[in-house]
């Protein structure tokens, strides 16, 4: 398909293109970059990130965002932080979970189980609203593929944490941050050093924390990214060998007609 | 079409095929004669049924666990991503398999474009054509609104809006489409109802094009008329089929690629949070497929005007076959209709990349002067140039590509009838 001007077309779309495509001189900060280990063809998470990641969640985070659709048996599947059983069990039982009603009619409470999702931390989005100065803290299940950038954008609010510039005028409760949209922030900076203690030694800096959290809603956004990455290259290993089975078979099918294919 | 008649080996398939001939149609469709000089470009065909009955099965897997409630669609469509075996693989099949039947229908129609198969005596085959793809758009939009997020309530609720800038009875058909005064749970529920029934009135208009197409036959890249069977054909079964197999094996891995490694990279974030009616996006964006229309829309600063346009835009192309002027049918011998062709596209691609920006300043200016060349090109250009342009000589059949002594082009279909 080289013939009939297909070039001269290539050519012009790109001149065309160069010419629209909007300048480089946006306002707003470049969002950071991590080479995250769960990026690329076979990218994987890294275990000790999410269970730390997921301490630095229930420590800190789960104060205000809740995390509606995961339950506390996926903290024990594969691909993810993947504590045992023992663990998973420990984790669930230290919540008190509303159930009911009972033969009675009455509403109780009583230990969490793995089968339970994870409790929020409000009753409804309005009661977080009012709690929270106006603002609604997101229910951070699916936050990281609900935002442009996803895991680099969160990562990269939680560093952005500054002075407001000179003249810059906040008003109670209204924070800067560099890379927010519109640079303001209802939430504090939510990470400061040693805010929590990792217990496997780990030095609990706010890049640290940033890192290991924003790694474990990674993978609260998408539980099937290690899974769906190893099938992926299975299927297009599969798919290529076909492709050149089928190939040669044409070949020899195509053989006796005096005709390209 | 054959030349031969079929009968069943069999005793139990002639007594079978004497009162329902499958077994003929089953034979004609194997030695179906096809050009045997078509290119990759028409191997789209059996790749967009391939998109049709993807979409067709893992849509009907995901109605099995999707929930159409306002206040449950989010939470179930998690739950497929989640809790259901496989759930994610088949969603982001479905999700990315309507891009990529988009992809596959833009190419097919623009090699359509390309080599004249709209022309006589396939007008009936393009227009049933046409109406499959203004089905696929009602299907994929109402799809994207399932999910119920920012992205599908907001875009349900542009769209359905454009039906109010009829006059006089707009409002009352918008309501009427929405089951409701805004955008709500009827709408969602009706939605969910259509989008489960359009791809099978799709596929009875497949069935028809298909049909349609095996009156005539195949065009081909040289864009004559052949004798069939002849040694310009091939048996379609195991030529074509062999080839189709393998385009479609090629087309699968780029399919795989998207599903596996970049599932959201088609979709908007905006998608993934709740549906809002309170809470309005900075940008309002359709998917990348029904860009170029909506660049058209907004580019008329008038509501009516916009709408009426946007759907101009679409029936302009059911009397294409009759704004062609030209008898000649493959680009390959017009050598002024190949220079507008290739501007047409870029013209295409230009409004979708339009669509996609805000419409202010440099981008609107373009996306006007895109929208007018849009409507240049069918109304102006195709009549005129049809009727002036001096064309390539044309060969008299496949196997004797070029024509010796450069005869006029009406005299070469002259030839080419009798052979």
Redesign the interface.
Known sequence: ?I????R??IL??II??AF?S?SKSEEQNKILKVDWSFKG?TGKFDRAALQRGFQVYKEVCSSCHSM???SYR?LGESGGPEFSTEEVKAISASIEIEDGPDSQGEMFTRPGRPSDKFKSPYPNVNASIAANGGAYP?DM??LV????G?SNYIYSVLMGYEDPPTGMILDDGVYYNKYMTGNKIKMSAPLLDEIVEYSDGTKATVDQMAKDVTTFLSWA?E??LE???K???K??IY??L??IL??L??RK??SG???E? | MSDHEYTPKSKAGKWFNDRLPLLTLGAHLTDYPTPKNLNYWWTFGGILTFCLLTQIITGIVLAMHYVAHADLAFASVEHIMRDVNFGWLIRYIHSNGASMFFLAVYIHIFRSLFYGSYKSPREVIWIIGLMIYLLMMAAAFMGYVLPWGQMSFWGATVITNLFSAIPLVGDSITTWLWGAYSVDNPTLNRFFSLHYLIPFLILGLVVLHIWALHVPGNNNPVGIDIKKPSKDTVPFHPYITIKDAFALLMFMIIFAGFVFFSPNVLGHSDNYIPANPLVTPAHIVPEWYLLPFYAILRSVPDKLGGVVLMFGAIFILFVLPWLDTSKVRSAVFRPIYRQFYWIFLADVLMLGYMGAMPAEGIYLILARVGTIYYFLHFIVVLPVVGLLEKTDPIPMSISEPVLSGGAEPSLAKKNNDKI
């Open positions: 398909m013939k009939y001007n297909f001269k077309f012009l779309s065309i293109f629209i909007p063809l509606q659709y995961l996926n997101p299940s699916v593929k609900a935002r442009p996803g956004a539980p099937e899974d769906r990455h099938t992926g290259v299927v297009i798919l290529i076909l492709t089928v190939y078979s044409m099918i195509w007609i005096d005709s294919v």
